[in-house]
């Protein structure tokens, strides 16, 4: 029952069906939906393609999902969808997103309160790994028009004067970081240079970028202290790469 829910709510997507979609949430997701649409647009508007993943919700596949787990009155349920791997730079990727379903007075309903919640672990994770974006974006940009790797903090500005950075530090960032500090580091004889930054819920996180040609690997949770030449334990594919 729980993945037939998730599947009307990806077919209402679909055929546009803006009010089914918002009646499948739960009480407490459309009451954080209300007050984050507030005076800037309706709900049906606003979340009829709406989801926490980095894709639209009509671009989930329906034929892919399966049920991961349900405990009681909570059931997480995954399905996947394809995406442009960084702005399609590395063409097209598959990957899975699991949702919470709640249920609630006799039926499943898809719960997003942890997405919608300003003050979640995940929104704090989430607004610290789009800061790491923007230092790898431009980071990226400052090597394709130098051809070197850089530290420099007012060089990393300059490649994005559009985007307010905050202060930018020298070095590894650790758990008593400032939370949303990015740190730059250099690698052994300027082979890589690491980003890395605590978030706000206290998430360490590191990617590591290695000459221009070469794959850009991640990690959180618990990182290196220091930038050396070994790749990380993910591939780093921008956006679509997160905190889990």
């Known amino acids: ?12 997507a679909r055929r546009r069906d803006c009010a089914a979609v918002v009646a499948a949430l739960s009480a407490r997701s459309r009451e954080l939906a209300v007050a ?11 979340f009829c393609d709406y989801t926490p993943a980095p894709a639209k919700l009509p671009d989930f596949e329906t034929n892919r999902i399966r049920v991961e787990r349900v405990s009681g009155a909570t059931a997480l ?11 399609g730079f590395f063409g097209r990727g598959r990957s899975r997103y699991t949702y919470v379903l709640s249920f609630e007075k006799g ?9 919608l919640d300003p003050e979640s ?16 974006s431009a980071l990226r940009s400052h090597v394709r028009s130098s051809g070197i ?11 994005m004067p559009g985007f307010q950075f905050p202060e930018i ?10 939370p949303n500090t990015p740190y730059v580091a250099l690698g ?26 070469s794959q850009a690997t991640y990690q959180y949770g618990r990182i290196p202290s220091a930038c050396d030449d070994q790749p990380l334990a993910r591939s780093y594919h921008g956006s679509t790469s997160g905190i889990r």
């Open 188 to 213: 052994p004889a300027s082979a890589c240079i690491c980003i890395s930054l605590r978030s706000a819920s206290g998430t360490l996180v590191m990617v590591k970028l290695p000459p221009e040609g």
């Open 169 to 178: 530090r020298s070095g590894v960032a650790d758990s008593a970081a400032p």
């Open 149 to 159: 790797l850089t530290d420099n903090a007012a060089a990393i500005r300059a490649q």
């Open 1 to 12: 029952m729980p993945a037939r829910v998730l599947r009307d709510y990806i077919d209402a």
């Open 77 to 87: 349920v995954s399905a996947s969808y394809t995406y442009d791997r960084f702005f």
């Open 107 to 115: 039926t499943w309903r898809v719960d997003l309160t942890e997405s």
């Open 121 to 136: 672990r995940s929104n704090r994770d989430r607004r610290a790994m789009f800061l790491v974006q923007q230092m790898y």
């Open 36 to 46: 984050a649409v507030a005076g800037r647009s309706t709900l049906e508007r606003t």
